[in-house]
């Protein structure tokens, strides 16, 4: 069983930066592909970014441009660089794990941006 930890987030005007972080309890190295997905007030959670395991990346409509998804396999940590944050990109951020064709989730961590 792999647990997710997100932390990172907060309150941030819109125009500013945050870096999410997700901490595995264990390794990821064999895991196909890690993601953060985003989940606005009163609407189903959708895809921001995923990175495979042989470091390819993928953005999907809210992240390319402004986000950049990172992994440190050594430390077991996923990243999520936001940039140019608006106020449509409040709402929990959370980061998933497909492992062995297993999906894993955190709790998410909330993001709020407003002036």
């Known amino acids: 069983q792999l647990e997710l930890v997100e932390s990172g987030g907060g309150l941030v005007q819109p125009g500013g930066s945050l870096t999410l972080s997700c901490v595995a309890s264990g390794s990821t190295g064999a895991c196909s592909a890690l993601g953060w997905y985003h989940q606005a007030p009163g609407k189903q959670r959708e895809l921001v970014a995923t990175?495979?395991?042989?470091?390819?990346?993928y953005y999907g409509d809210s992240g390319r441009g402004r986000f950049n998804i990172s992994r440190d396999t050594a430390k077991n940590t996923l990243y999520l660089q936001m940039n140019n944050l608006i106020p449509a990109d409040t709402g929990v951020f959370y980061c998933k794990a497909r492992c062995f064709s297993q999906d894993y989730w955190g709790n998410g961590t909330l993001v709020t941006v407003s002036s």
């Open positions: 990175i495979a395991l042989a470091g390819f990346t």
